[in-house]
């Protein structure tokens, strides 16, 4: 069965200073992995796919990275505005339709 | 841009009423999906359809059907709501090929008192 964990649970961080996500996972043949972005009371957003160990994604103060059992989503200069809750999927190699989603992680970035 | 709407974004409804919730993509997309997503618990797959009329059992089907007549809609039915489905639902929609995100609408937030 996959698996998807993500730490911290809530992560608070002033306005410039920059940190990461952490998204583990155990999965039997990773097919890829997503990062999405949910503000409350909404969807998630679809921010990256990646694929395989050693590729990485931008996207403004975004950055997704790879390797074979982890992903970590790095904030560089957060501004009030990237607090949201970002969720980490994986889909594995059993299925050609199902995410395994993680929690989520809680980040507040206060000005 | 793709765009997932759903009907409600708020609903409130009584124990034992049949619930309908209706979702909507415009990007010809063949695969949908139902889920719910609570607090602790995270995003739970209810069902998903990857053709017109087929359909497959997620993770937590039980006490929830699904109806796909047309390629664009995606209904999920509660027969006989149930306190313990007041819930977040969320419906997305993915273009065919193994691996593609999945886009999400906004939810219905579903209370049953």
């Known amino acids: 069965e996959d698996q998807v964990t993500q730490s911290p649970e809530a992560l608070r961080l002033q306005e410039g200073e920059s940190s990461s996500l952490n998204c583990s996972y155990t999965?039997?043949?990773?097919?890829?992995l997503f990062w999405y972005r949910q503000d409350p009371g909404k969807g998630p957003e679809f921010l990256f796919t990646?694929?395989?160990a050693g590729e990485e994604k931008e996207k403004e103060r975004l950055k997704a990275t790879l390797t074979k059992k982890e992903s970590f989503l790095h904030i560089t200069a957060p501004k009030p505005e990237d607090s949201a809750t970002y969720l980490c999927?994986?889909?594995?190699?059993?299925?050609?339709?199902?995410?395994?989603f993680g929690k989520g992680t809680l980040l507040t970035v206060n000005p | 841009d793709v765009k997932v709407t759903q009907s409600s974004r708020y609903l409130v409804k009584r124990t034992g009423e049949k619930v309908f919730l209706e979702c909507v993509q415009d990007?010809?997309?063949?695969?949908m999906f139902w889920y719910r997503q609570d607090p602790g618990l995270g995003l739970r797959l209810i069902y998903f359809?990857?053709?017109?009329?087929?359909?497959e059992k997620g993770d937590i089907p039980e006490g929830y059907s699904v109806s796909r007549e047309k390629k664009e809609r995606f209904s999920l039915i509660l027969e006989s709501a149930s306190t313990n489905q007041t819930s977040m639902y969320l419906c997305?929609?993915?273009?065919?090929?193994?691996?593609?995100?999945?886009?999400f609408g906004p939810g219905t937030r579903l209370t049953v008192t």
């Open positions: 359809s990857y053709d017109v009329k087929m359909k």
């Open positions: 997305a929609s993915k273009d065919d090929g193994t691996v593609n995100e999945q886009y």
């Open positions: 999927a994986v889909q594995g190699g059993g299925s050609n339709y199902k995410l395994t």
């Open positions: 990646l694929y395989s």
């Open positions: 990007m010809d997309h063949e695969n």
């Open positions: 999965v039997s043949g990773l097919r890829g």
